[in-house]
């Protein structure tokens, strides 16, 4: 292997004892010298061999510490990182040779001697300076044999390159003419003196310009016509010239300097608009485009990255939803807009996924596969890097419909809630999802339905209404005891938690989904919106009768009727049964005890159980605290579990529990005969009644 090269594995096998070098979990001591650790594995072996794993265990900040600070294997060497299998070579920053892939293939990491430069046997590094020439024998020296050969074909421009001046050349590489097009190269070399040194001279400037001085979006000053170069300086540390990447840089020569490029460049006269206008695959973008009003912007000066449909992808678009689109300005302009990224992106600059931001707001994912450019994972992209004056145009075959032009029904196609839109169009709702209502949906999760979706019938139906709000809400924007209007006539509760945010029962999985008119927000369980007070959904079932008797004899019936916010943990008949019959008897004969008793199983706010997260202290109306968990998903108080979880009512949600909760310091209180007769019958009333069949309440099997 050639010592001058690092492959990924290599640099993985930490030969030198980086980890030693780089502690465990790194240093975080605000003085751990970087160059000093670099300067260890140099003194150890004299290549930075591992420099790649010493990387891996430093912060952002130590990773550009060491990028400024570290030295390679002796003077005037510069790393390139080189595709493997291919001739391919790239100049960017050593925060992308982590990475070890351009594209997705993998990389190596190539030392040579900087421009300039040459090695001496025996030393390290590249000490040797070579000598200076002028612009014409530099080319031959960075490996521009064919443009040599063509300034030799004009009459005028060799000797400008051998005389005195000072000048800057973007130099095509012998690759880059040798793909030219048969008839564009015949086109050149047919007219040397006009056409070849017209286009030759659009590649010199009148100045020296090194690539410290090339700055993002700038424009220099070419020798034809004084038309304009456009430079790009991307933060990967790659630089092109009108979307040609700098392969080699900052070759001195005596009377200039020489930059060797990927590509034959050519003029750019045309703006993005014009350049839309004269494509014949952009028929339907341009009448988009019109009845949008952008073509005022996409002819303005700027810097933009047009991914502009051509007549295909739109072919691919339902018949319906183009039309809706195209005939609804706000929807058509959020669409265009979120093809339009807000600063010019070469391809040649992509080596790698990055998140760029729309003019809509929204965020794609530019990225590559090989020589393929992807957005969002997809090779959508059939033809890249055509130049217009204000910005580069890629031609995608897939349209880009942003949420903020889709209909409920669209933001939900295909995604995890899309067996609750099937049951929406099953029970004849689908209208509301596919209209121009203002509406919010709050569709469960397709995992809610795991074990069978509900029949649709008339309670199924109003159900689903009752999971529609009648506004287009955003998340952001609700707050603690808001209500919520249904189209099922339903008023629901908002409750925000630490943690989560839910809708009565139901909290939101995911981020919302704002489309042209509704919003979507996925929940993670079916919605119960509330049917009474808290006792009215006691006494509707049979497993409460015994607890519905003691909060009667308790005097507390007005109070879990009255407005209010409580989380009730409700003890079953059989929690009452459990009890030895002695301390049954005696809290039955003991008024204020009792109504203590009941009272701790009494929350003072609503929890319902997506708020509970690890651990809740919830106050109750006797005054001390009920310990409240989830684990699993499965509700515990006081370390008993729950047997129900949810069951809401207006007034509060009640929890059924199969054991009696006990206050923490249940001190002996003093009787209260005048009640136990009356109690104890009302007990005896209420066991005899929970041997009937249990009648299901309202939502309950």
């Not at 390139?80 to 299998?85: A, D, L, P, R, S």
């Not at 006081?638 to 007034?651: F, Q």
Request: aromatic share 6%; net charge negative.
């Amino acid at each position: 292997m050639n010592p001058l090269e690092l492959s990924a594995k290599d640099a993985w096998s930490d030969p030198l004892g980086v980890k030693a070098a780089c502690p465990s979990e790194c240093s975080t001591l605000p003085g751990w010298n970087l160059s000093h650790t670099a300067s260890k594995i140099l003194m150890e072996d004299g290549l930075p061999s591992t420099y790649l794993q010493f990387l891996s265990c430093g912060s952002t900040e130590r990773i550009q510490a060491f990028c400024r600070r570290f030295t390679f294997p002796g003077p005037n060497v510069c790393a390139v990182q080189k595709v493997i299998g291919t001739n391919r070579k790239y100049f960017t920053n050593c925060k992308q040779w982590y990475q070890r892939k351009i594209c997705g293939k993998s990389t190596v990491i190539s030392y040579e001697c900087c421009p300039g430069y040459e090695k001496v046997p025996g030393e390290k590094g590249c000490p040797a300076a070579l000598p200076l020439a002028n612009l014409y024998e530099t080319l031959g020296v960075v490996g521009s044999t064919t443009t040599q050969l063509y300034t030799d074909r004009t009459e005028k421009l060799r000797p400008e390159m051998e005389g005195p001046g000072s000048f800057t050349i973007f130099a095509p590489s012998n690759e880059a003419w040798a793909s030219l097009p048969a008839e564009v190269l015949d086109s050149l070399v047919s007219n040397v003196n006009i056409e070849l040194l017209n286009a030759l001279r659009y590649h010199m400037v009148d100045r020296r310009v090194l690539t410290d001085e090339l700055k993002h979006g700038m424009a220099l000053t070419s020798m034809y016509q004084n038309s304009n170069i456009q430079i790009h300086h991307y933060p990967n540390g790659i630089v092109t010239v009108n979307c040609a990447r700098l392969l080699k840089a900052d070759h001195h020569a005596t009377n200039g300097v020489v930059h060797l490029i990927d590509k034959v460049i050519s003029t750019v006269t045309n703006n993005i608009q014009q350049i839309i206008e004269i494509e014949d695959t952009f028929e339907t973008l341009r009448a988009a485009v019109a009845a949008s009003g952008l073509n005022t912007l996409l002819e303005s000066d700027g810097q933009f990255t047009l991914l502009a449909p051509t007549n295909e992808a739109f072919e691919k678009i339902p018949t319906e939803t183009l039309n809706r689109i195209l005939g609804d300005p706000e929807a058509l302009r959020d669409l265009l807009n979120n093809h339009i990224l807000k600063s010019a992106m070469c391809a040649e600059a992509i080596v790698a996924g990055l998140s760029m931001e729309t003019l809509e707001g929204t965020t794609l994912e530019v990225g590559c596969s090989g020589d393929m450019l992807t957005i969002n994972g997809k090779a959508i992209i059939s033809n890249k890097d055509v130049l217009a004056t204000n910005g580069v145009i890629h031609f995608i075959d897939e349209l880009l419909i942003p949420d903020s032009a889709k209909t409920l029904s669209e933001l939900a196609a295909g995604s995890d809630v899309s067996t609750a839109i099937d049951l929406f169009g099953q029970a004849g709702l689908g209208t509301h999802l596919s209209g121009n209502e203002r509406l919010t949906l709050l569709a469960p999760l397709n995992s809610v339905f795991e074990e069978g979706a509900p029949p649709i019938d008339a309670s199924t139906k109003s159900l689903l209404l009752n999971h529609i709000v009648k506004d287009q809400l955003a998340s952001k924007y609700l707050y603690h005891g808001q209500t919520l209007d249904t189209l099922g006539g339903k008023k629901l509760r908002v409750f925000v938690y630490r943690n989560s945010l839910c809708i009565e029962n139901s909290c939101i999985a995911a981020h919302d989904k704002r489309g042209r008119y509704g919003t979507l927000f996925t929940m993670d369980r079916m919605l119960t919106p509330p049917v009474g007070t808290v006792m009215d959904v006691l006494k509707g079932d049979n497993r409460f009768s015994m607890l519905v008797a003691a909060i009667q004899s308790a005097g507390l019936t007005e109070t879990l009727n009255r407005e209010g916010a409580y989380t009730v943990f409700a003890p079953t008949n059989e929690a009452f049964q459990a009890l030895p019959p002695g301390e049954l008897n005696k809290l039955l004969g003991n008024a204020k005890e009792l109504a203590d008793i009941l009272k701790y199983h009494v929350g003072e706010e609503i929890l319902v159980s997506g708020g509970i997260g690890t651990l809740v202290r919830l106050k109750s109306l006797q005054g001390d605290k009920l310990e409240v968990s989830s684990k699993n998903n499965a509700v515990s108080v006081n370390k008993e579990p729950v047997a129900e979880s949810d069951i809401m009512a207006t007034n509060g949600v009640v929890y059924a529990i199969t054991s009696v909760l006990q206050p923490p310091a249940n001190r002996p209180q003093e009787r209260g005969d005048e009640l136990a007769d009356s109690a104890l019958e009302i007990f005896k009333q209420a066991s005899a009644f929970s041997r009937v069949r249990r009648v299901p309440g309202p939502g309950r099997a």
